[in-house]
């Protein structure tokens, strides 16, 4: 079982900068990838940015909509992953979650792969 826990959420005017954080604690070294989404009112969850928790072969995924503004990363040795988010819109307010799966061989954005999730936090951008 893994357990994951996010900060770093808040309110930012547009062209601000986020770093959230996500804990990872529990089996962690069973992890092969981890992610991040976000989730609007009345919208689907969308896949933000993934990466391998190991640094082997370590090579981040994103949406194009983030593409050269949002950041992912992992500190094996904290259990951490982390989403800097830079050149904010309010386009990119959203609730935030963090999400790992076992598995390596996936579609990265296919929420359906991943077995564990945070519960979220609040990120909102005014213009």
């Known amino acids: 079982q893994v357990h994951l826990t996010e900060s770093g959420g808040g309110s930012v005017q547009e062209g601000g900068s986020l770093r959230l954080s996500c804990e990872a604690s529990g089996s962690t070294s069973k992890l092969g990838v981890v992610a991040w989404f976000r989730q609007s009112p009345g919208k689907a969850r969308e896949f933000v940015s993934g990466?391998?928790?190991?640094?082997?072969?370590?090579?981040?995924v994103e949406n194009d909509s983030v593409k050269d503004r949002f950041f992912i990363s992992v500190d094996n040795a904290r259990n951490m992953l982390y989403l800097q988010m830079n050149r904010l819109i309010p386009e990119d307010t959203a609730v935030y979650f963090c999400a790992a799966t076992t598995l390596v061989a996936i579609t990265y954005g296919n929420r359906a792969v991943y077995d564990y999730w945070g519960h979220g936090t609040q990120v909102t951008v005014s213009s």
């Open positions: 990466i391998r928790w190991i640094s082997t072969g370590r090579f981040p």
